[in-house]
């Protein structure tokens, strides 16, 4: 017998095997008719006992078979360890369910299969935890996109099945925005946070809670009967939100009646949101045909204006800004237009958003750039102009990180001088990446183009813009001018502070929009500089403006007061 020859090593061996804290059992295998039928436990130690199974020595594997945990086939593994000599490895949870276990098997050269176990419990948790972490949001602990997508692809597939209808409310809340930049980051954070606890309290039976993202929250609402009952889930839930104080804007989109894309159930709702800011915030809307045209058109508008732009139907068209003491032109604004040959002409206030959710405005952009600086040295050159040429410049433009570049590349194609060139951008801007925007805009300044700050009144119109941009100019928006001449002069008061105070800052100000000379007259008092609107001149196409600049006064197109 081998085992006697080395008696003191087997047990100092079998000193260590009992005290180890991985369980170990050895069994051996038994035959019938040349084929193993069973196997019989030689040893285990007491961590084995302990831990996994308490089991004797000499019992046979089939008597005891019920206390091994089902979740892995041991029979079947210590089988294949004796028959091939090679290690078997599987990770089980044990039958109680709390414990997960690395099983490794291996047979001796003499055909004992020697088994360890690992407990890998905390291991499996934290994968686990980690897995959990990657689909639940970390501010508020709802289920995030990623679960969304996951959850929604099933949904669809399921109400496809059985024929069922079902929701999504696409929430946003009110005026977090505007809180982050007056309270701080915190108090939006405690905003959502209590956001969240809200829409979760709504999360049982058939309706999910998701954090889409930022100040995004999805409701799914499944297996329901009629679409009212959206507005009935909305309702309730807008007047949890009354009772804290939080407004929360909605909108519905239903499969299959809207549609039964995802992607088009996500954008469908989320426009239904965007309309019920529009109506006045804290409400809920459904999806309906009017938006599905809306959308529809801008589907059309996206797929047109690439081939529109090669057939050459967008056209620059420039309007012209007047100082108003000296009644001496002081430049233009360049203003884009569309004239599409089947749908006629296209406001940009239409196109506009649309080439910026599609990225064509990058291209559009350049094109604008380049025609405006051309055209603004040609002038220069031709008809001894000396004026300013502005030119809008869209937050996605500016933010897309080749925008110096861009600049650059059109001062040197056409030799403009920046100085003569002013871009103009609006508040929308600074809204996604603040100090990127001011950094960017910075530059620009530094290459010597002038920066205006448009529609000024309108948005945000935080203070604190003014100081954060490098500004040269400042547009007040038409719908301040238009209200000027209104009997309460509330409006005067408030363009007389602005004015005041830009002008003290240095600061060029053209009121926009001037359509009246009882408008004029009031700016002129106010001591605004520069007018822009229909009543000295409307945007006009190049042919006329160089008719105008040749000598032709009468080329202008006004209003009549
Ligand atoms: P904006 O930059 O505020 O341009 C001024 C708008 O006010 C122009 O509208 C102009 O036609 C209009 N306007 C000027 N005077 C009067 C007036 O007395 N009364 C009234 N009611 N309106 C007046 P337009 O050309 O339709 O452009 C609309 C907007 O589209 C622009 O507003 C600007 O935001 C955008 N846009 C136009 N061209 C470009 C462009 O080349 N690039 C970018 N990114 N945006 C552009
Ligand atoms: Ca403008
Ligand atoms: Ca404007």
Redesign the pocket.
């Known amino acids: 017998m081998i085992y006697n020859t080395f008696t003191v090593t087997e047990v100092i061996f079998k000193k260590v095997i009992d005290t180890i804290k991985i369980p170990l059992i050895v069994l051996s295998p038994l035959y019938e008719n040349d084929k193993i039928s069973d196997f019989k436990v030689e040893y285990l130690n007491p961590e084995f006992k302990k831990s996994v199974i308490s089991l004797n020595e000499g019992q046979k594997y089939s008597d005891v078979r019920e206390k091994f945990s089902k979740n892995v086939d041991w029979f079947e593994m210590c089988a294949e360890a004796v028959l091939t000599g090679k290690m078997f490895a599987e990770t089980f949870l044990s039958s109680n369910g709390e414990t997960w276990f690395s099983l490794e098997v291996k047979a001796t050269e003499d055909k004992l299969v020697v088994a360890t176990l690992t407990d890998i419990t905390a291991k499996v948790r934290y994968t686990e935890s980690l897995k959990l972490s990657l689909v639940t949001d970390a501010l508020t602990a709802l289920p995030n996109r990623v679960q969304f997508y996951k959850d929604i692809n099933k949904i669809i597939q399921n109400a496809a099945e059985k024929k069922e209808k079902f929701g999504i409310i696409f929430f946003d809340v009110d005026n977090l925005k505007s809180l982050n930049d007056s309270k701080g980051q915190q108090a939006g954070d405690l905003i959502l946070i209590k956001a969240a606890r809200i829409f979760k309290s709504f999360d049982h039976n058939n309706i999910s809670v998701y954090r889409f993202g930022g100040d995004e929250f999805i409701i799914v609402a499944k297996n329901i009967e009629h679409a009212d009952s959206l507005y009935t889930i909305g309702d309730t839930i807008l007047e949890a939100f009354n009772n804290e104080n939080i407004d929360v804007s909605g909108g519905i989109s239903i499969y299959p009646d809207n549609t039964t894309e995802r992607e088009d159930l996500i954008k469908f709702s989320d426009l239904a949101m965007h309309e019920a800011k529009k109506a006045g915030k804290h409400r809920v809307m459904m999806f309906n045909s009017e938006m599905q045209k809306s959308f529809l058109r801008k589907v059309m508008y996206k797929n047109k204006m690439p081939t529109s732009f090669e057939n050459g139907e967008f056209e620059?068209?420039f309007?012209p800004q007047f100082d108003i003491s000296s009644n001496t032109l002081r430049g233009f604004?360049?203003?884009?237009?569309w004239d599409e040959p089947e749908l006629g002409n296209i406001?940009?206030?239409d196109f506009?958003p649309v080439?910026?959710e599609s990225g064509f405005?990058l291209t559009?952009?350049e094109w604008?750039l380049n025609t405006?600086f051309e055209c603004q040295r040609t002038w220069e050159e031709k008809y001894d102009y000396h004026g300013t040429m502005s030119?809008?410049?869209?937050p996605v433009?500016l933010m897309n990180g080749d925008f110096l570049e861009v600049l650059e590349r059109a001062v040197k194609n056409t030799g403009v001088n920046p100085s003569h060139v002013e871009i103009?951008v609006?508040e929308g801007v600074l809204i996604k990446d603040t100090d990127n925007a001011v950094a960017v805009l910075n530059k620009v300044k530094e290459k010597g183009f002038g920066i205006s700050l448009?529609?000024f009144g309108t948005g945000y119109s935080s203070l604190r813009y003014l100081q954060l941009l490098p500004l040269t100019t400042l547009?007040i928006?038409?719908s301040f001018?238009?209200s000027l001449t209104e009997k309460n002069g509330v409006s005067e008061n408030i363009t007389n502070a602005i004015i005041s105070m830009v002008t003290k800052m240095g600061l060029d100000t053209i009121a926009?929009?001037?359509?009246k000379v009882d408008q004029l007259l009031i700016l002129q008092e106010l001591n605004c500089k520069t007018v822009?609107?229909?009543?000295r001149g409307?945007?006009m196409s190049r042919k006329t403006i160089e008719e105008y600049l040749s000598g032709n006064k009468e080329a202008l197109v006004y209003?009549k007061d």
């Open positions: 620059l068209f309007q604004e360049a203003l884009l237009r406001s940009p206030e506009i080439a910026e405005i559009l952009g604008v405006a030119v809008n410049a869209s433009q103009e609006t448009d529609d547009k928006d038409k001018i238009q926009e929009g001037v359509e822009q609107g229909f009543l409307k945007p209003l």
